[in-house]
């Protein structure tokens, strides 16, 4: 949590001492971590299992960590800007997730929570 928080607080700072934020509306934002998102996505585009861990074990590694960087980033930029925190949010996600997906029913399926009896 105090990382976090640590984190947080450099990144507004950052944006604060440029100004940013006045561009960083809830719109803005979203459509900011799709982007990012996606340009996250673009760097495994096309490749097999196989070439994306030869991916993950090269220098190329650094382009996925600053792409996840940026999507992590405008998450929290986000949640900033509509004052949502966003921990908490994780939290209750991952509690909705589990009442979903019950560890006795799922454990070792993909299926979706609606294909389950």
Not at 8 to 25: V, Y
Not at 38 to 56: A, M, P, T
Request: glycine share 4%.
């Amino acid at each position: 949590m105090e990382k976090y928080e640590k984190v947080r607080k450099k990144l507004l700072h950052f944006r604060d001492e440029r100004e940013w934020g006045t561009f960083h509306t809830p719109k803005n934002l979203a459509i900011d971590i799709s982007v990012e998102a996606g340009e996250l996505l673009e760097i495994f585009q096309w490749l097999d299992d196989e070439s994306v861990i030869k991916i993950l074990a090269s220098k190329k590694l650094e382009d996925v960590k600053d792409e996840l960087a940026d999507v992590v980033m405008g998450c929290i930029l986000f949640a900033d800007t509509i004052n949502v925190d966003l921990l908490e949010c994780v939290n209750k996600k991952i509690d909705k997730t589990a009442q979903k997906y019950p560890v006795e029913k799922v454990r070792g399926s993909a299926k979706k929570y609606t294909e389950y009896e």
